[in-house]
């Protein structure tokens, strides 16, 4: 059973290029949760979504990010013009869809995105 | 105040060692709790979650005091596998209401030989 799939799993950008960060969550995971690791800092959240719907977008920043998670295809999260401040680990975790038991998050092993 | 605070450490210990890493939480409204270990460059991997009963699992024990917004993690016997950042993860939401994961900075552990 294949975990959480993320790729590239290094991605090298010139400022003002756009990066692109896939994720496939595990099988049978319908949720995906994409975090932000900055060096030396801790996992910030950036975006919760399901399958054609963003649920929670309140961790991302208000320009040049955006998400999607299509019905076909892997989750993907954009980050156009990027800045040298962009440079960072980007997690993706997916986690099944229960009710009523806490549930928990399967991290993928990221992608480390270096600008330029 | 930080949402998750814990001891950034290093922790430095001998093999065979008992090590206890604590962490506070400001939203009283919390209802999930987990710690996750992270070796170096790699992903968190989910350690255990927490309840409010305390759980138990092999040489590892979590705690949970709601009163304090106060979280624990005992390990005994340590390992030099054990050598990791140990991150307090805390989540406003409960049960079929799920979201964001709120992670401390981490504990820095070192276990010697």
């Known amino acids: 059973n294949a975990g959480v799939m993320q790729n590239p799993r290094h991605l090298v950008r010139r400022r003002g290029q756009e990066a692109r960060l896939r994720c496939s969550p595990m099988?049978?995971?319908?949720?995906v949760y994409w975090y932000r690791q900055l060096p030396e800092e801790g996992l910030k959240f950036m975006v919760y979504?399901?399958?054609?719907?963003?649920?929670?977008e309140s961790g991302m920043p208000k320009e040049r990010f955006s998400a999607e998670f299509p019905k076909e295809g892997p989750s993907i999260l954009r980050i156009q013009q990027v800045v040298r401040g962009d440079s960072a680990a980007y997690f993706c975790a997916s986690s099944p869809f229960r009710q009523g038991i806490a549930y928990e998050q399967y991290f993928g092993p990221g992608t480390r995105l270096t600008v330029t | 105040r930080k949402e998750v605070e814990q001891d950034p450490g290093p922790f430095n210990v001998p093999e065979g060692a008992t090590v206890a890493f604590n962490c506070t939480y400001s939203n009283s409204a919390s209802q999930s709790f987990f710690w996750y270990r992270q070796d170096c460059r790699k992903e968190p991997k989910l350690l255990m979650s927490v309840y409010s009963s305390g759980n138990e699992d092999g040489r590892f024990t979590a705690q949970l005091n709601r009163a304090s917004q106060y979280i624990s993690l005992l390990i005994r016997d340590s390992k030099l596998s054990d050598s990791a950042t140990y991150l307090c993860v805390v989540s406003p939401n409960y049960g079929g209401s799920q979201g964001n994961l709120i992670f401390g900075k981490g504990t820095k552990l070192s276990v010697k030989p």
């Open positions: 979504l399901q399958k054609e719907n963003i649920i929670d």
């Open positions: 099988k049978g995971h319908s949720h």
